[in-house]
């Protein structure tokens, strides 16, 4: 077995906006990159996409996993895309254990590496190398399910297992406005709920559910799907015993005006 790292593997949470970000280079994909560039190599990366939505809590056990091109309407180009990372069966035995007495299902065919997670990983693990596991968003259970099972999460760091959520906290896909590819434009709503997120996650990530009250919330999170991801991250910080337990930002930004792009890590410093 490889060498794992001395300290607890590093996390993140990735606002990951359009699929299209597989195919540009932009300063969101840079920020991936670089981020890819400092963690330690981890034994295994394991992603909580918002595009696996279902109800249950489940992991992928193939050891092959395969590609999913989870969209319509993109061009040709985005659905060539290849991520042939290999999977880690093993690893549900592991999250099994961590976060029991919660049931994990094993999917063994129905799943494999949908865009919420290979848009990102083709920026930061280009070479595809390092095994990819996916855990599903029960969509049955309420907010705080998320944030405890997290909580739970946390002793993976320590074998090596680089945990990403990805998703985007202000998502709505009904107010979005077409600026061009270069805009950066965010609606006020939007930035003021993205900015109550930062000022939370930046000091008191345990208590992200706070954001549910907020008065932006219910346009800027009209389902929770993109938004339960960065409950991942903040439950692995609520737990970080290794102070300062606080989230940095890696890259603060929108896209089509009501899509948040802002990223955190935890464990890693802030990004230059």
């Not at 890819?36 to 249950?56: E, K, T």
């Not at 193939?62 to 659905?79: A, N, Q, V």
């Not at 998320?146 to 760091?157: D, G, I, M, P, S």
Request: one cysteine or more.
């Amino acid at each position: 077995m490889a060498q794992l790292p001395q300290a607890p593997m590093p996390a993140a949470f990735i606002g990951h906006g359009s699929p299209m970000n597989a195919l540009e280079t932009n300063r969101y994909t840079t920020a991936w990159r670089q981020f890819g560039q400092q963690v330690p190599r981890p034994r295994v990366i394991l992603v909580i996409s918002a595009h696996w939505y279902i109800n249950a809590t489940a992991v992928t056990t193939m050891s092959r996993p395969r590609t999913i091109h989870d969209f319509y309407g993109f061009p040709r180009e985005l659905f060539e895309v290849d991520y042939p990372a290999p999977g880690l069966p093993d690893l549900a035995a592991e999250i099994a254990e961590a976060v029991q007495p919660t049931w994990v299902g094993a999917d063994v065919d129905s799943w494999g590496i949908d865009h919420g997670t290979w848009s990102v990983l083709v920026h930061a693990f280009p070479d595809a190398t390092i095994p990819v596991v996916q855990l599903s968003i029960n969509a049955e259970k309420p907010l705080d399910y998320h944030l405890e099972l997290a909580a739970r999460l946390t002793q993976l760091r320590d074998r090596g297992v680089l945990i990403i959520g990805s998703g985007n906290i202000v998502h709505n896909l009904r107010a979005m406005e077409n600026r061009g590819a270069a805009s950066e434009f965010g609606f006020d709503w939007a930035a003021r709920f993205d900015e109550a997120a930062a000022e939370l996650l930046t000091a008191t990530p345990g208590e992200a559910l706070r954001l549910r009250e907020h008065g932006d919330y219910e346009k800027a999170v009209p389902t929770p799907d993109h938004f339960i991801p960065m409950l991942y991250l903040a439950g692995l910080g609520a737990a970080d015993d290794h102070p300062p337990a606080v989230l940095d930002t890696m890259i603060q930004g929108y896209c089509y005006g009501s899509l948040s792009m802002t990223s955190y890590t935890l464990g890693l410093g802030a990004a230059p």
